[in-house]
């Protein structure tokens, strides 16, 4: 070792120096700072001692180095060491002797000071003591350290013993199969003690659910060296089972002498339990007839689904395909919005605004031509389950349920007015085949065929006609239309057919003779008695309960008066005012019953069905606005009619917001039918009138009631046909008066 | 009992809506017509629920969730809404509405969506 190598690790020692003498002191220190940059002095050896044991109070170590004087007052060096020794009996003490004192120096190296140095101290002799005691001190810091990793290695092994032994179910036997050893895991699942086990066969846990077959295979291969590995149902001391996955091999002693067997196993009881569990729970899911699937936070669908999901789909596997395209396919509008649903969803950290979001999902899709309902559950780990229903037959039975009662509908509204249903099917046939000279009167005729129709709730025929106007009005708003178009577009409506799938209804429901009974004005009593056996024994078939209103009706029609040609408007009124969500007291006819008037009224009374359509569309404001203008909510529409000097006054009144005089007038500018001049020469009566004009409306689009600006015209054509009049009061805000003027002739 | 404030355009909404809320036991302490004036009586009243319509003239029910909830984090809002207006519910949930009662509105719909922000007001 250099002197180098040696200051580089001396520097790092703890010195604790003693001396009594000052200047011996100061010259010797001189020297020891060259090799030590931690000296403590101590100037006796009561000093010294003191020192020693506070350093290791407040260091918890010991100085690496003792150096000391032995002649000192007080405390000399050798009571010193003796009491160092009592404490640290492994202290390095460098002692540095006088010649002469030799007895006391043998007494030190017999109580363990290993060094002295002889005064005067020379460096050469310090040197090489140093030397000495460095290695001896490294020596046994290294030591010190194989021991600590020992220690360290030991508490480890222990740990895996102690862990093999509670956690590892394992076991081994002598050659006989009787049992030698078991661990702590082992008496633990198997509910039997150490003491129970040792000495006994390994027969004691065999469960008679295991074939013997099975045992003579595991003794075959042990004997044969060789490792057996397989599941095993065991049986538990209190008579329950369990099953574990066992490694058994032969075990051999230190001397390679093959002594017995051994076994380790695993126990998968949970888990077989759980396999068990996951197919019961496949089952009744793959025969519930329902798709049941689940999917994560990507879409993808996961790999447990029931079978029913493949027919639904009409796919072979739906496993990691996104839910959205399998179950939404090209419906953005659905997909956008069952995206953005889950998205949030998962966005949001509160499970009741979870669940929420669920709600506004989709819950109905058309997939592969079958209806199928969607239910959405929220599962753990931002997965999502989704029911899938196929309601294709519920649905069927509601649509079917939906048309019978409206046929019902239709049935009964034609029953109950026969005369008037055989007149206007005469006309229509007519009108089918009539040649179309004027276009004006042939898109009146039509929407009026349309009103008449929709009173007698055949929707088939109203469906067509509605669709056929609409598309007329197209043609005719575009350049260059002339009257063969329109008249293609009429063409490619097969109407005849649409009512005749009606007619075939009525006829199969009432008996062909219903609609072939001669329809004069005086009904044949003996016929109508026939009729009404007829409907009576279809009501015994309990066809219809409304065949009850129909006998009534039919009472009714012996009757030809003005009023009973008004009587199907109430119905008309209520059945108008709730398509359009307006409210309306029941409509009041008042007039004499008595009063007859001729039949040429009949097309007249029939085109008042466009009045009452306005009335109710135009006229009477919805509930909200008229309870905020501080009418009530309630509107009200009066029909009253009387004789006054040979004519019947017909009245017609409703409280609604009267006509719009204003906006009647700029839509006659805009459409030519009045010049800007013209306008400045009339009266607010001749202006009202302008309603009456063909084409002109207030609204600015039709809907399915009026608007088209067609049946105020149809219904003018019809009373100056009767020679008859109209006059018109109309106050802003509280309503509208009709009163028309016919000569009874 | 809850003080309620309730927003809708239309005054037969605002009417059934007072009328039914006031049957189950609550109080409504004001009524906006639209979403501006929402925000202003909220501030004046600050009620202990607000019903929402979605849509409205003006201001819509969105908007004037978001103002309300920015200047009153606790706000606790309902909206009221029609079919086919699922993705502005959901806007409007994901900007802190408690919930949403689909029209027509019912006693029951009422007493459901009420009782998930007041859990106290369940029937069960």
Known sequence: MNIKDLTQYSKSLKILYVEDNDEARESTLLMLENFFDDITIAVDGDDGYEKYINYYKSQNRYFDIVISDINMPKMDGTEMCKLIFVHNKNQHILMISA?????????????????????????????????????????????????????QL?????????????????SRTDLKGTITYVSKAYEIISGYTKSELIGQSHNIVRHPDMLSSTFKNIWETIKDGKLWVGEIKNLNKDGSSYWVDANIAPYYDKNNKHV?????????????????????????????????????????????????????????????????????GDDLIKKDLFEDGISRTLLSDEDVIKEMFLTLLPIEHIVNGKDISIEYKLLDDDKFMIILTDITNTKKLESKLKKQNQLQKMIVAVASNKNDFIELKEEFEHFLIAPIDDLRDFLRQLHTFKGVFAQKEMVNIVDTLHSLETNINKKVQEDNTTIENIIDVFKDYDLEKTFNIDLEIINSTLGDCFLTVNSSSSIDISKFDNLKLKIERLESTDMSNSLQDILYDFERMRYESLYLMLNSYPSVVKQVSSKLGKKIYPLIIEGDKKLNVSSEFKPFIKSLIHLFNNCIDHGIEDIETRVEIGKDETGTIVCKFNEIDGNIQLIITDDGSGIDIEKLVQNAIKKNIITQKELESININEKLMLIFTDRLTTKDKASYTSGRGIGMSALKNETEKLDGVIDINSKEGSGVEFIFTLPIK | MLNILVVDDSLIIRKTLTAQLEKIGHTVVAQAKCGQEAIELYGEYLPDLVTMDISMPIMDGIESLKEIKENYESAKIIMITSRGEEKLVMESLTSGARGYILKPITRDKLETAISKVYPEFSND
């Open chain 1, 260 to 328: 017995g067997y051994s076994a380790i196993r695993v126990d998968i009881t949970s888990q077989k339990a759980l396999k068990s569990l996951n197919l019961e729970v496949n089952n009744l899911l793959n025969n519930a007839g329902q798709g049941f699937l689940s999917f994560n936070k990507n879409m993808q669908i996961s790999k447990s689904f029931s079978k029913e999901c493949l027919n639904i789909f009409k796919l072979k596997d739906i496993y990691n395909c996104n839910i959205s395209d399998v179950l939404f």
């Open chain 1, 99 to 151: 010649y002469n004192d030799s007895e006391r120096l043998q007494e030190l190296l017999n109580m363990g000071v290993s060094n002295y140095i002889h005064k005067p101290l020379r460096l050469d002799k310090f040197i090489s003591v140093l030397e000495d005691i460095t290695i001896n001190i490294r020596t046994i810091k290294i030591k010190e350290n194989e021991l600590k990793e020992i220690e």
């Open chain 1, 154 to 170: 030991n508490n480890g092994l222990d740990a895996l013993v102690d862990s093999f032994d509670s956690y590892v179910i394992a």
